[in-house]
Protein backbone atom coordinates (compact mmCIF):
# COMPACT_ATOMS: atom_id res chain seq x y z
CA UNK A 1 0.00 0.00 0.00
CA UNK A 2 1.04 3.27 -0.70
CA UNK A 3 -0.47 6.87 0.36
CA UNK A 4 -0.47 9.51 -2.09
CA UNK A 5 -1.91 12.80 -1.20
CA UNK A 6 -5.26 14.01 -3.41
CA UNK A 7 -8.98 14.73 -3.35
CA UNK A 8 -12.02 12.88 -5.24
CA UNK A 9 -14.09 15.63 -3.99
CA UNK A 10 -15.11 16.56 -7.70
CA UNK A 11 -15.83 13.00 -8.88
CA UNK A 12 -18.15 12.75 -5.59
CA UNK A 13 -19.50 15.76 -6.67
CA UNK A 14 -20.59 14.59 -10.05
CA UNK A 15 -21.85 11.33 -8.43
CA UNK A 16 -23.98 12.93 -5.56
CA UNK A 17 -25.31 15.21 -8.49
CA UNK A 18 -26.40 11.97 -10.29
CA UNK A 19 -28.78 11.18 -7.58
CA UNK A 20 -29.94 14.48 -6.76
CA UNK A 21 -30.64 15.45 -10.29
CA UNK A 22 -31.98 12.35 -11.88
CA UNK A 23 -34.93 14.14 -13.69
CA UNK A 24 -32.72 16.22 -15.37
CA UNK A 25 -30.58 13.03 -16.20
CA UNK A 26 -32.57 13.35 -20.15
CA UNK A 27 -31.49 16.52 -20.44
CA UNK A 28 -27.87 16.58 -19.54
CA UNK A 29 -27.62 13.07 -21.80
CA UNK A 30 -29.08 14.81 -25.04
CA UNK A 31 -26.52 18.26 -24.50
CA UNK A 32 -23.74 15.31 -24.45
CA UNK A 33 -24.47 12.59 -26.58
CA UNK A 34 -20.87 10.92 -25.37
CA UNK A 35 -21.55 10.56 -22.30
CA UNK A 36 -25.32 9.47 -22.84
CA UNK A 37 -24.63 5.84 -21.66
CA UNK A 38 -23.24 7.47 -18.15
CA UNK A 39 -25.66 9.79 -17.35
CA UNK A 40 -28.33 6.57 -18.08
CA UNK A 41 -26.54 4.60 -15.48
CA UNK A 42 -26.61 7.85 -13.22
CA UNK A 43 -30.11 7.91 -13.37
CA UNK A 44 -30.16 4.03 -12.34
CA UNK A 45 -28.70 4.63 -9.30
CA UNK A 46 -30.38 7.60 -8.28
CA UNK A 47 -33.94 6.12 -9.27
CA UNK A 48 -32.50 2.77 -6.88
CA UNK A 49 -31.74 5.04 -3.83
CA UNK A 50 -34.72 7.43 -4.28
CA UNK A 51 -36.98 3.86 -4.14
CA UNK A 52 -35.02 2.05 -0.95
CA UNK A 53 -34.85 5.82 0.10
CA UNK A 54 -38.95 5.74 0.19
CA UNK A 55 -40.06 2.57 0.40
CA UNK A 56 -37.28 0.09 2.16
CA UNK A 57 -38.88 -1.38 5.57
CA UNK A 58 -37.29 0.77 8.03
CA UNK A 59 -36.36 3.92 7.89
CA UNK A 60 -32.66 4.60 6.27
CA UNK A 61 -30.14 7.39 6.18
CA UNK A 62 -28.95 8.49 2.79
CA UNK A 63 -25.18 8.50 4.46
CA UNK A 64 -25.67 4.75 4.81
CA UNK A 65 -27.03 4.12 1.50
CA UNK A 66 -24.70 5.92 -0.10
CA UNK A 67 -21.68 4.59 1.86
CA UNK A 68 -22.88 1.39 1.61
CA UNK A 69 -22.47 1.94 -2.43
CA UNK A 70 -19.82 3.21 -3.03
CA UNK A 71 -17.66 0.35 -0.74
CA UNK A 72 -19.87 -2.12 -3.14
CA UNK A 73 -18.40 0.24 -6.12
CA UNK A 74 -14.90 -0.41 -5.42
CA UNK A 75 -14.75 -3.61 -3.17
CA UNK A 76 -16.55 -5.18 -6.74
CA UNK A 77 -13.48 -4.50 -8.63
CA UNK A 78 -10.70 -6.31 -6.74
CA UNK A 79 -9.81 -7.79 -3.14
CA UNK A 80 -8.07 -4.91 -1.86
CA UNK A 81 -10.10 -1.58 -2.89
CA UNK A 82 -12.11 -0.41 -0.33
CA UNK A 83 -14.06 2.71 1.01
CA UNK A 84 -12.85 4.06 4.15
CA UNK A 85 -15.64 6.16 6.43
CA UNK A 86 -14.07 8.87 8.36
CA UNK A 87 -13.44 6.62 11.54
CA UNK A 88 -11.86 3.77 9.65
CA UNK A 89 -9.53 6.12 7.99
CA UNK A 90 -8.49 7.59 11.25
CA UNK A 91 -7.95 3.84 12.32
CA UNK A 92 -5.76 3.26 9.19
CA UNK A 93 -3.67 6.56 10.05
CA UNK A 94 -3.11 5.34 13.67
CA UNK A 95 -2.00 1.81 12.27
CA UNK A 96 0.37 2.71 9.94
CA UNK A 97 1.97 4.95 12.17
CA UNK A 98 2.57 2.12 14.30
CA UNK A 99 -0.25 1.96 17.31
CA UNK A 100 -3.95 1.40 16.97
CA UNK A 101 -6.69 -0.61 19.70
CA UNK A 102 -8.11 -3.75 18.57
CA UNK A 103 -6.87 -7.66 18.34
CA UNK A 104 -3.81 -7.46 16.55
CA UNK A 105 -4.81 -9.58 13.39
CA UNK A 106 -4.53 -8.54 9.72
CA UNK A 107 -7.66 -10.35 7.45
CA UNK A 108 -9.16 -10.12 4.19
CA UNK A 109 -12.44 -10.99 3.00
CA UNK A 110 -13.79 -14.49 1.32
CA UNK A 111 -16.47 -16.66 0.62
CA UNK A 112 -17.99 -14.26 2.65
CA UNK A 113 -16.04 -14.66 5.77
CA UNK A 114 -13.25 -13.29 7.21
CA UNK A 115 -10.05 -14.80 6.86
CA UNK A 116 -6.82 -14.21 8.87
CA UNK A 117 -3.74 -13.40 6.70
CA UNK A 118 -1.65 -13.29 9.80
CA UNK A 119 -1.79 -12.41 13.60
CA UNK A 120 0.51 -9.80 14.85
CA UNK A 121 3.02 -11.00 17.35
CA UNK A 122 2.59 -10.51 21.22
CA UNK A 123 -1.13 -9.13 20.41
CA UNK A 124 -3.97 -10.19 22.12
CA UNK A 125 -4.72 -12.91 19.13
CA UNK A 126 -1.36 -14.38 18.83
CA UNK A 127 -1.58 -14.92 22.85
CA UNK A 128 -4.88 -16.72 22.14
CA UNK A 129 -3.73 -19.59 19.09
CA UNK A 130 -5.28 -17.05 16.36
CA UNK A 131 -3.46 -18.68 13.13
CA UNK A 132 -2.84 -17.35 9.58
CA UNK A 133 -5.74 -19.28 7.22
CA UNK A 134 -8.36 -19.45 10.11
CA UNK A 135 -11.84 -18.37 8.86
CA UNK A 136 -13.67 -16.00 11.55
CA UNK A 137 -17.45 -17.19 11.09
CA UNK A 138 -18.81 -15.18 14.01
CA UNK A 139 -18.45 -11.98 15.90
CA UNK A 140 -20.12 -13.00 19.87
CA UNK A 141 -22.49 -15.03 18.37
CA UNK A 142 -23.03 -13.38 14.87
CA UNK A 143 -22.56 -14.66 11.39
CA UNK A 144 -19.60 -12.74 9.80
CA UNK A 145 -21.98 -13.62 6.28
CA UNK A 146 -23.30 -10.78 4.72
CA UNK A 147 -20.36 -7.95 6.59
CA UNK A 148 -18.19 -5.68 4.63
CA UNK A 149 -14.49 -6.23 5.64
CA UNK A 150 -14.75 -2.83 6.67
CA UNK A 151 -17.47 -3.42 9.04
CA UNK A 152 -15.69 -6.57 10.65
CA UNK A 153 -12.66 -4.96 11.37
CA UNK A 154 -14.82 -1.96 12.99
CA UNK A 155 -16.78 -4.53 15.37
CA UNK A 156 -13.41 -6.20 15.88
CA UNK A 157 -11.73 -2.76 17.29
CA UNK A 158 -12.55 -1.19 20.59
CA UNK A 159 -12.04 -0.06 23.68
CA UNK A 160 -9.21 -1.50 25.31
CA UNK A 161 -10.36 -3.99 27.90
CA UNK A 162 -13.30 -5.60 26.07
CA UNK A 163 -13.78 -8.40 25.25
CA UNK A 164 -15.48 -10.52 22.19
CA UNK A 165 -15.93 -14.20 21.30
CA UNK A 166 -14.21 -15.07 17.97
CA UNK A 167 -15.79 -18.14 16.12
CA UNK A 168 -13.21 -19.47 13.81
CA UNK A 169 -13.05 -22.09 11.77
CA UNK A 170 -9.87 -24.14 11.34
CA UNK A 171 -8.18 -26.66 8.75
CA UNK A 172 -8.15 -30.25 9.89
CA UNK A 173 -10.53 -28.89 12.59
CA UNK A 174 -13.82 -31.09 12.93
CA UNK A 175 -15.48 -28.43 15.27
CA UNK A 176 -16.00 -24.59 15.48
CA UNK A 177 -13.06 -23.33 17.96
CA UNK A 178 -14.68 -20.53 20.03
CA UNK A 179 -11.61 -17.96 21.17
CA UNK A 180 -12.61 -15.12 24.08
CA UNK A 181 -10.33 -12.17 23.06
CA UNK A 182 -9.69 -8.97 25.28
CA UNK A 183 -9.07 -6.10 23.17
CA UNK A 184 -5.94 -4.14 23.92
CA UNK A 185 -3.98 -1.05 22.76
CA UNK A 186 -1.62 -2.76 19.33
CA UNK A 187 1.66 -1.13 19.26
CA UNK A 188 3.13 -4.00 17.64
CA UNK A 189 7.03 -4.46 17.83
CA UNK A 190 7.69 -4.94 13.86
CA UNK A 191 11.04 -5.38 14.58
CA UNK A 192 12.45 -8.62 16.66
CA UNK A 193 15.89 -9.16 16.91
CA UNK A 194 18.22 -11.52 18.80
CA UNK A 195 21.80 -13.25 18.44
CA UNK A 196 21.66 -17.06 16.87
CA UNK A 197 25.01 -18.72 18.37
CA UNK A 198 26.70 -15.39 18.76
CA UNK A 199 27.28 -15.33 14.86
CA UNK A 200 24.54 -15.22 12.96
CA UNK A 201 21.94 -11.98 13.27
CA UNK A 202 18.19 -12.62 13.32
CA UNK A 203 15.91 -10.31 12.26
CA UNK A 204 12.10 -10.99 12.16
CA UNK A 205 10.09 -7.76 10.24
CA UNK A 206 6.11 -8.46 11.19
CA UNK A 207 4.89 -5.49 9.34
CA UNK A 208 5.78 -2.41 7.14
CA UNK A 209 5.13 0.59 8.79
CA UNK A 210 6.47 4.04 9.61
CA UNK A 211 8.73 2.31 11.99
CA UNK A 212 9.99 -0.33 10.54
CA UNK A 213 13.43 1.36 9.10
CA UNK A 214 14.47 3.28 11.71
CA UNK A 215 14.23 0.07 14.05
CA UNK A 216 16.07 -2.42 11.27
CA UNK A 217 19.28 -0.06 10.99
CA UNK A 218 18.44 -0.06 15.33
CA UNK A 219 18.23 -3.86 15.41
CA UNK A 220 21.75 -4.09 12.73
CA UNK A 221 24.16 -1.74 15.09
CA UNK A 222 23.05 -3.15 18.25
CA UNK A 223 23.56 -6.91 17.37
CA UNK A 224 27.38 -6.09 15.19
CA UNK A 225 28.14 -4.30 19.17
CA UNK A 226 26.81 -7.30 20.57
CA UNK A 227 28.76 -9.91 18.43
CA UNK A 228 32.13 -7.83 18.64
CA UNK A 229 33.02 -8.52 14.84
CA UNK A 230 32.44 -11.97 14.93
CA UNK A 231 28.92 -12.02 12.50
CA UNK A 232 28.85 -14.60 9.63
CA UNK A 233 25.77 -13.44 8.38
CA UNK A 234 21.77 -12.17 8.43
CA UNK A 235 18.58 -14.78 8.90
CA UNK A 236 15.79 -11.70 7.48
CA UNK A 237 12.68 -13.46 8.40
CA UNK A 238 9.00 -12.56 6.56
CA UNK A 239 6.79 -15.32 7.15
CA UNK A 240 3.63 -13.99 7.90
CA UNK A 241 4.12 -10.76 7.15
CA UNK A 242 0.65 -8.84 5.77
CA UNK A 243 3.16 -6.33 4.02
CA UNK A 244 2.11 -2.46 4.64
CA UNK A 245 3.98 0.62 3.55
CA UNK A 246 5.79 1.06 0.28
CA UNK A 247 8.13 3.48 1.57
CA UNK A 248 9.44 1.36 4.13
CA UNK A 249 9.57 -1.79 2.07
CA UNK A 250 11.81 0.55 -0.19
CA UNK A 251 14.14 1.80 2.37
CA UNK A 252 14.66 -2.04 3.79
CA UNK A 253 15.84 -2.93 0.51
CA UNK A 254 17.63 -0.18 0.05
CA UNK A 255 19.25 -0.95 3.47
CA UNK A 256 20.41 -4.25 2.05
CA UNK A 257 21.58 -3.35 -1.31
CA UNK A 258 24.57 -1.27 -2.79
CA UNK A 259 23.29 -0.28 -6.16
CA UNK A 260 20.35 -1.57 -8.34
CA UNK A 261 16.93 -1.29 -8.72
CA UNK A 262 14.39 -2.27 -5.74
CA UNK A 263 11.18 -1.99 -7.35
CA UNK A 264 9.07 -1.01 -10.03
CA UNK A 265 5.10 0.04 -10.81
CA UNK A 266 3.19 0.24 -13.42
CA UNK A 267 0.03 2.14 -13.66
CA UNK A 268 -3.29 2.57 -15.98
CA UNK A 269 -1.07 5.19 -17.91
CA UNK A 270 2.94 4.53 -19.01
CA UNK A 271 3.47 8.16 -17.70
CA UNK A 272 2.39 7.43 -14.26
CA UNK A 273 5.13 4.17 -14.14
CA UNK A 274 7.78 4.42 -11.47
CA UNK A 275 11.00 3.24 -10.58
CA UNK A 276 13.21 2.90 -7.13
CA UNK A 277 16.62 2.30 -6.93
CA UNK A 278 19.13 1.69 -3.95
CA UNK A 279 21.61 3.83 -3.08
CA UNK A 280 25.23 3.37 -1.88
CA UNK A 281 25.35 1.56 1.30
CA UNK A 282 25.06 -1.48 2.96
CA UNK A 283 23.89 -1.47 6.50
CA UNK A 284 25.13 -5.54 6.58
CA UNK A 285 28.44 -4.44 4.72
CA UNK A 286 28.16 -7.37 2.87
CA UNK A 287 27.31 -9.94 5.13
CA UNK A 288 25.52 -13.06 3.58
CA UNK A 289 21.52 -12.90 3.74
CA UNK A 290 19.00 -15.51 4.32
CA UNK A 291 15.16 -14.46 3.51
CA UNK A 292 12.84 -16.09 5.12
CA UNK A 293 9.60 -16.28 3.60
CA UNK A 294 6.17 -18.36 3.60
CA UNK A 295 2.70 -18.07 2.32
CA UNK A 296 1.91 -15.16 4.84
CA UNK A 297 4.09 -12.96 3.57
CA UNK A 298 2.19 -10.39 0.84
CA UNK A 299 2.90 -7.15 -0.59
CA UNK A 300 5.60 -5.47 0.87
CA UNK A 301 7.57 -8.64 2.08
CA UNK A 302 8.11 -9.18 -1.18
CA UNK A 303 8.72 -6.35 -2.66
CA UNK A 304 12.25 -6.71 -0.23
CA UNK A 305 12.58 -10.85 -0.83
CA UNK A 306 11.86 -9.97 -5.07
CA UNK A 307 14.85 -7.47 -4.88
CA UNK A 308 16.77 -9.04 -2.98
CA UNK A 309 16.45 -12.58 -4.49
CA UNK A 310 16.76 -10.85 -8.13
CA UNK A 311 20.08 -9.23 -7.20
CA UNK A 312 21.14 -12.27 -5.69
CA UNK A 313 21.90 -10.54 -2.61
CA UNK A 314 20.13 -13.14 -0.56
CA UNK A 315 19.03 -16.42 -0.84
CA UNK A 316 14.99 -16.87 0.02
CA UNK A 317 14.55 -20.09 2.11
CA UNK A 318 10.89 -21.31 2.80
CA UNK A 319 7.37 -21.55 1.09
CA UNK A 320 6.14 -19.58 -2.05
CA UNK A 321 4.69 -16.07 -0.45
CA UNK A 322 1.20 -15.13 -0.64
CA UNK A 323 1.32 -13.22 -4.23
CA UNK A 324 0.13 -9.59 -3.93
CA UNK A 325 1.93 -7.70 -5.99
CA UNK A 326 -0.43 -4.60 -6.67
CA UNK A 327 -0.38 -1.01 -4.81
CA UNK A 328 -2.83 0.46 -3.38
CA UNK A 329 -3.71 4.21 -3.03
CA UNK A 330 -5.15 5.80 -0.33
CA UNK A 331 -6.96 9.36 -1.73
CA UNK A 332 -8.56 11.33 1.36
CA UNK A 333 -12.13 12.53 0.03
CA UNK A 334 -13.14 16.01 0.84
CA UNK A 335 -15.57 17.32 3.90
CA UNK A 336 -14.63 14.54 6.38
CA UNK A 337 -16.14 11.86 3.80
CA UNK A 338 -13.12 9.32 4.96
CA UNK A 339 -10.82 8.17 1.97
CA UNK A 340 -10.91 5.30 -0.96
CA UNK A 341 -8.92 2.70 -0.77
CA UNK A 342 -8.02 2.38 -4.73
CA UNK A 343 -5.60 -0.33 -6.83
CA UNK A 344 -3.83 2.14 -8.84
CA UNK A 345 -0.62 -0.02 -9.80
CA UNK A 346 1.08 -3.39 -10.04
CA UNK A 347 4.73 -3.69 -9.03
CA UNK A 348 7.53 -5.73 -10.19
CA UNK A 349 10.48 -7.10 -9.13
CA UNK A 350 14.02 -5.77 -10.98
CA UNK A 351 13.93 -8.63 -13.38
CA UNK A 352 10.64 -7.67 -14.67
CA UNK A 353 8.55 -10.46 -12.27
CA UNK A 354 5.01 -9.53 -11.59
CA UNK A 355 4.37 -10.56 -8.20
CA UNK A 356 0.41 -10.40 -8.98
CA UNK A 357 -1.23 -13.79 -8.11
CA UNK A 358 2.44 -16.04 -8.34
CA UNK A 359 4.42 -14.87 -5.42
CA UNK A 360 8.27 -15.69 -5.04
CA UNK A 361 9.17 -18.71 -5.30
CA UNK A 362 11.72 -19.15 -2.87
CA UNK A 363 15.28 -20.58 -3.89
CA UNK A 364 15.20 -23.25 -1.53
CA UNK A 365 12.06 -24.83 -0.76
CA UNK A 366 12.18 -25.74 3.44
CA UNK A 367 8.32 -27.06 4.40
CA UNK A 368 7.49 -26.24 7.74
CA UNK A 369 6.21 -29.61 9.13
CA UNK A 370 5.59 -32.49 7.71
CA UNK A 371 1.88 -31.58 7.86
CA UNK A 372 2.48 -28.69 5.63
CA UNK A 373 4.32 -30.89 3.08
CA UNK A 374 1.42 -33.04 2.69
CA UNK A 375 -1.55 -30.45 2.77
CA UNK A 376 0.90 -29.03 -0.15
CA UNK A 377 0.48 -32.28 -2.51
CA UNK A 378 -3.17 -31.51 -2.12
CA UNK A 379 -4.25 -28.51 -4.00
CA UNK A 380 -7.39 -28.57 -2.79
CA UNK A 381 -6.39 -28.16 0.41
CA UNK A 382 -3.29 -25.99 0.25
CA UNK A 383 -3.21 -22.85 1.49
CA UNK A 384 -5.23 -20.02 -0.23
CA UNK A 385 -3.67 -16.80 -1.52
CA UNK A 386 -3.54 -13.92 -3.84
CA UNK A 387 -4.75 -15.78 -6.52
CA UNK A 388 -7.37 -17.57 -4.84
CA UNK A 389 -9.10 -14.84 -4.11
CA UNK A 390 -12.21 -13.46 -5.42
CA UNK A 391 -11.88 -10.76 -8.15
CA UNK A 392 -7.93 -11.04 -7.96
CA UNK A 393 -5.81 -9.27 -10.52
CA UNK A 394 -4.23 -11.37 -13.08
CA UNK A 395 -0.39 -11.00 -12.97
CA UNK A 396 -0.74 -8.62 -16.09
CA UNK A 397 -2.54 -5.88 -17.12
CA UNK A 398 -3.09 -6.59 -21.05
CA UNK A 399 -1.90 -5.37 -24.01
CA UNK A 400 1.24 -3.02 -23.35
CA UNK A 401 1.87 -4.92 -19.54
CA UNK A 402 2.78 -8.12 -20.84
CA UNK A 403 5.74 -9.38 -18.53
CA UNK A 404 9.14 -9.16 -19.86
CA UNK A 405 11.05 -10.36 -16.98
CA UNK A 406 15.05 -11.16 -16.97
CA UNK A 407 15.91 -14.42 -16.07
CA UNK A 408 17.54 -14.47 -12.80
CA UNK A 409 21.12 -14.99 -12.31
CA UNK A 410 22.47 -18.39 -11.20
CA UNK A 411 22.11 -18.82 -7.41
CA UNK A 412 25.89 -19.57 -7.40
CA UNK A 413 25.88 -21.80 -4.84
CA UNK A 414 27.92 -25.38 -4.77
CA UNK A 415 25.86 -28.16 -4.52
CA UNK A 416 27.73 -29.64 -1.30
CA UNK A 417 26.07 -26.44 0.74
CA UNK A 418 22.07 -26.89 -0.34
CA UNK A 419 22.93 -30.30 -0.07
CA UNK A 420 22.92 -29.33 3.73
CA UNK A 421 19.51 -28.40 3.93
CA UNK A 422 16.90 -30.61 4.97
CA UNK A 423 13.52 -29.90 3.06
CA UNK A 424 10.90 -31.22 5.84
CA UNK A 425 11.33 -31.84 8.99
CA UNK A 426 12.49 -35.84 10.03
CA UNK A 427 9.55 -37.89 11.61
CA UNK A 428 8.92 -37.08 15.02
CA UNK A 429 10.29 -33.89 14.81
CA UNK A 430 8.59 -31.33 17.37
CA UNK A 431 5.65 -29.15 16.97
CA UNK A 432 7.10 -25.33 16.22
CA UNK A 433 6.92 -23.86 19.40
CA UNK A 434 7.37 -19.87 18.98
CA UNK A 435 9.20 -19.64 22.40
CA UNK A 436 12.05 -22.08 21.46
CA UNK A 437 13.56 -21.11 18.13
CA UNK A 438 14.88 -24.69 18.21
CA UNK A 439 11.35 -26.02 17.34
CA UNK A 440 11.41 -23.85 13.95
CA UNK A 441 12.31 -25.91 11.78
CA UNK A 442 12.82 -23.62 8.59
CA UNK A 443 14.84 -21.02 11.04
CA UNK A 444 16.83 -23.88 11.85
CA UNK A 445 17.70 -25.19 8.07
CA UNK A 446 18.17 -20.82 7.77
CA UNK A 447 21.08 -21.11 9.86
CA UNK A 448 22.57 -24.21 8.55
CA UNK A 449 22.62 -22.49 5.10
CA UNK A 450 23.88 -19.33 6.09
CA UNK A 451 26.56 -20.95 7.96
CA UNK A 452 27.57 -22.51 4.78
CA UNK A 453 27.26 -19.42 2.72
CA UNK A 454 29.80 -17.70 5.08
CA UNK A 455 32.07 -20.71 4.84
CA UNK A 456 31.74 -20.47 1.22
CA UNK A 457 32.94 -17.45 -1.14
CA UNK A 458 30.48 -16.03 -3.10
CA UNK A 459 31.05 -13.70 -6.26
CA UNK A 460 27.62 -11.51 -5.69
CA UNK A 461 25.64 -10.69 -8.97
CA UNK A 462 24.26 -7.09 -8.86
CA UNK A 463 21.95 -5.75 -11.64
Known amino acids: ?36 ETYRLLQ ?38 AYLNPRNFRDMQVQTRGEFGGLGIEVTQENGYIRVISPIDDTPAARA ?52 ITRDVIRPQVVRYRLEGNDVAYIRITSFNEQTDVNLRRAMTTMRQQAGGTLKGVILDLRNNPGGLLDQAVQVADDLLDQGEIVSTRARRAEDAQRWNARSGDITNGLPIVVLVNGGSASASEIVAGALQDHRRAVVLGTRSFGKGSVQTVMPLGGN ?8 ARYYTPSGRSIQATGIEPDVEVRASRQEAQTAANASSAREREQDLRRALRAEGGEGQQNAAVPLPPLNLPASVLERVQRQPPEGAPALDLTKPETDF ?19 AQR
Request: hydrophobic content about 40%.
Open 1 to 36: MKFKVGTTAAVAGAFAAGIIIGPQVAALAQADGGRA
Open 44 to 81: LFGDVFARVRAEYVEPVQDRDLVENAVNGMLTGLDPHS
Open 129 to 180: GVKPGDFITHLNGTSTQGLTLQEAVEQMRGERGTAIRLTIRRENEQRPIEVS
Open 337 to 344: NGAIRLTT
Open 442 to 460: QLQQGLVLIRAMASTPQRR
